[in-house]
């Protein structure tokens, strides 16, 4: 057993209502400069539609992820290294910019300088990539709220499997009244068994020993663009003005200071939860081979380990885990609601790439219906009978986040269904003499999901009412071992990497410097950052205190 820390997050879909502030909070932060307009590293998607790039779940087109060759060996579906070596400079399989969207502006300047006439002026579209007026035709959200509508609901590549495997009474239908929408945030998954970074030729992605982030060297980046045909969920991205890859970093400088991401920080919903899990390496290579993909999910959870097992807290300690990670990982609300409760599931485990973004599928509001239609809606026959029968088709569920394992996904819903009956009896009035057969009913909810009943307050609280603390645990980075490096790192003194992001016409490589020219340094700690972030004043920051 060899112990390793990552950090992961879990969205709860229920909370999302699709005001996209995740998005454009982490547009501001990450993605506003040039050579990368069109770049989303956080996008919220209304389900069912087509996402963002357009039909990215396809990958009988796009070729991304692993798959398994005739001896049960992974490979990455793109093929060998022979395959992808023939076409490095010409891969078929790359999203062009109409399958993301062009990225576009208004002439505004019109607004303002045209002189008086009789019709009003009107600001025209024009494009980001070329400055030329354009026609707008779709954008990173174009199906937003029409999940489910004709219009695009059809193009879905999950509704047309089902559209395929299911038989004709079970069919997703797109008449008003059985149509369905949920929305799922996406970020970078931060795979354990990354296929981005076995893709790329010049080892510039590379996956963090210390906490698992996936990240690009922008040094080593040479710009072949393996890296983006590959990744089944198409998050690493090409900025046309640099000529490298880039793609969501989780925010590694705020998390390495003890703040969460700007998504998490900014969702509205407090839909997001980041901790840290613990998980063997050695087997990892083993859960992604697993020939049944309806299996990857159970093999996945295996790899994950209990941070309360002293033999499991001794290996972390002898493969350098520091001993505060590991009460984290105890800690870790990611860690409960993906191994403890099983209510989180990863995104595509057919991928094979083991993601880390985990996601509680969405319950429709059936307790309230069914008691709208006159139904014991604590009786467990009457409410997990309606499990069945929801809105939100569960074979749609079960192919976005279980492989197409419906069983799974119903076993999820109902525990999510039993908590909400089983926490309504707190707040719903009862006769005197009802209150012994409710608490009997609320015993039997439990006990149906194969849960006690303070298993069950227990999830409520954190999927209902946790607090900042309860739904962020994140460990501080450690800067120990590395000598003057590190020293200087601590005091902010760290040097800038020699990457051109952001740099003028930038060409990607290291800038060069004559012997003894003065080395930019950085102006602050990470430190410094946090107490500016969390200051209630900036005037309240005094730079000469070190922490």
């Not at 399989?93 to 502006?105: G, R």
């Not at 007026?133 to 990173?140: A, N, R």
């Not at 749609?396 to 309504?424: H, I, N, T």
Request: hydrophobic residues 40%; contains cysteine; glycine residues 8%.
């Amino acid at each position: 057993m060899r112990v390793m820390a990552q950090t992961a997050m879990v969205m709860n879909l229920d909370k999302c209502i699709g005001c996209h502030t995740c998005s454009v909070t982490c547009k501001q932060a990450w993605t506003n400069r040039a050579g990368v307009e069109y770049v989303w590293f956080n996008n919220v998607e209304t389900r069912p539609g087509q996402g963002y790039p357009r039909r990215w779940q396809d990958q009988e087109r796009w070729k991304g992820g692993w798959t398994l060759d005739r001896r049960g060996r992974l490979q990455l579906k793109s093929g060998g290294r022979l395959k992808r070596l023939l076409s490095i400079f010409g891969n078929p399989q790359m999203p062009t910019l109409d399958d993301y969207y062009e990225p576009w502006t208004y002439d505004y300047d019109m607004l303002l300088s045209a002189p008086a006439q009789e019709h009003t002026p009107v600001a025209r579209p024009q494009s980001l990539v070329t400055g030329r007026p354009m026609k707008i035709e779709w954008g990173s959200n174009w199906d937003d709220d029409l999940g489910g509508a004709p219009e695009h609901g059809p193009s879905d590549p999950v509704v047309q499997k089902l559209e395929e495997t299911q038989p004709l009474e079970k069919r997703i239908r797109m008449e008003f009244e059985k149509t369905f929408m949920f929305y799922l945030p996406r970020i970078c998954e931060h795979c354990l068994n990354p296929s981005c970074v076995a893709a790329c030729p010049s080892g510039a992605m590379y996956k963090r020993s210390e906490d698992g982030i996936v990240l690009v060297d922008q040094d080593r980046c040479r710009g072949w663009r393996m890296c983006v045909s590959n990744c089944p969920y198409k998050k690493v991205y090409f900025n046309h003005r640099t000529g490298k890859a880039e793609k969501c970093t989780l925010c590694y400088p705020r998390l390495e200071v003890g703040l969460p991401t700007v998504c998490s920080e900014t969702c509205v919903g407090r839909l997001r939860y980041l901790g840290v899990l613990l998980y063997d390496a050695d087997k990892v290579a083993a859960a992604a081979a697993t020939p049944d993909p309806q299996d990857l999910y159970e093999a996945q959870m295996d790899l994950l380990l209990d941070p309360h097992d002293p033999e499991v807290v001794a290996a972390a300690a002898r493969d350098g885990i520091p001993r505060d990670w590991v009460e984290a990982a105890q800690r870790s609300p990611v860690h409960a609601l993906v191994k403890d409760f099983r209510v989180a599931l990863p995104l595509h485990p057919e991928y094979r790439t083991l993601p880390m973004v985990w996601y509680v599928p969405p319950l429709s509001p059936m307790v309230d219906a069914l008691a709208d239609a006159g139904l014991d809606a604590e009786h467990p026959d009457v409410l997990f009978a309606a499990v069945g029968e929801m809105r939100i088709p569960a074979e749609y569920l079960a192919e976005v986040l279980a492989a197409g394992d419906v069983e799974l996904v119903q076993g999820v819903l109902a525990k999510l269904a039993a908590m909400r009956a089983y926490m309504r009896g707190d707040f719903v009035e009862t006769a005197p003499g009802a209150r012994e057969a409710l608490e009997h009913k609320r015993a039997a909810i439990a006990e149906r999901v194969g849960m006690t009943q303070d298993a069950i307050r227990r999830m409520y609280r954190l999927l209902a009412i946790a607090k900042y603390d309860e739904r962020y645990v994140i460990p501080l980075a450690h800067v120990e071992g590395g000598g003057a490096v590190d020293a200087a790192a601590h005091l902010g003194l760290e040097e800038l990497p020699g990457c051109s992001i952001g740099d003028p016409g930038g060409n990607g490589a290291a800038p060069q410097r004559r012997p003894g020219e003065p080395v930019p340094v950085s102006i602050e700690s990470f430190h410094l950052t946090k107490a500016r972030a969390t200051a209630e004043r900036y005037t309240d920051i005094d730079p000469a205190v070190e922490p």
